[in-house]
């Protein structure tokens, strides 16, 4: 029997017993899946894939895709607990975690949803999840403003200083400006 796990407002997270795996179906607006038609964004369910590529080569683990079609998505059951319940406790964790962000910055990796609920951890190492919500860099580049406003957002309350942690790692400033 199929487990629902979680409804967004666009898609859908089923676990799959039998096969110990998650199956996320998308549910795009109309307006979207012209986009996507058009090829002016990937579909979902390939850009969780092409995601993963690139954060592998980035030396960041991602689960194991067993299936992705356009609008549905398979992968492994990762086995294992969300950050959010260790990165207080964990400097090892902070640092994987701050580690991660500084790539995606460096590498123009966009995404709103990097809170500690989207990445698991599986034997001490992290895995980022979630990843049909990223945005490989392009041409039209998000700016880097708009990542780091994302992530104060995303860094509240006991994990705010985490958000403190990564404009000293970057060298910037509480208004993002280089420090001399
Ligand atoms: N491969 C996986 N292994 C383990 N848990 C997963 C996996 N994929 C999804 N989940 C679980 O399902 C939840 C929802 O998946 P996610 O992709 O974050 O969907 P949403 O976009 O709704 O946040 C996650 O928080 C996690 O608990
Ligand atoms: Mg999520």
Redesign the pocket.
């Given at each position: 029997m199929m487990e629902l796990?979680?409804?967004?407002k666009y898609?859908?997270?089923h676990?799959d017993p039998e096969r110990d795996?998650?199956i996320?179906t998308f549910h795009p607006k109309a307006v979207d899946r012209l986009r996507y038609a058009l090829r002016i964004r990937p579909y979902p369910g390939h850009n969780f894939a092409l995601i993963a590529k690139r954060l592998e080569a980035l030396g960041i683990a991602t689960?194991?895709i067993v299936e992705a079609d356009r609008y549905r998505l398979v992968?492994?059951?990762?086995?294992?607990v969300?950050l959010k319940q260790l990165i207080l406790t964990s400097t090892d964790l902070q640092e994987q975690y701050l580690e991660a962000l500084i790539a995606y910055y460096r590498h123009d990796i966009h995404c709103r949803?990097l809170h500690t609920?989207?990445f698991?951890v599986r034997e001490e190492k992290l895995?980022a999840?979630?990843?049909?919500?990223y945005k490989a860099p392009s041409l039209f580049k998000y700016s880097k403003r708009e990542y780091l406003d994302c992530l104060k957002r995303s860094l509240k309350g006991q994990e705010a200083f985490l958000f403190i942690r990564l404009l000293e790692r970057l060298g910037l400033d509480e208004n993002y400006q280089a420090l001399g």
């Open positions: 796990i979680q409804s967004g898609s859908l997270v676990y795996h998650f996320k689960p194991t992968t492994e059951n990762i086995h294992g969300p949803g609920g989207n698991l895995f999840i979630d990843l049909d919500a």
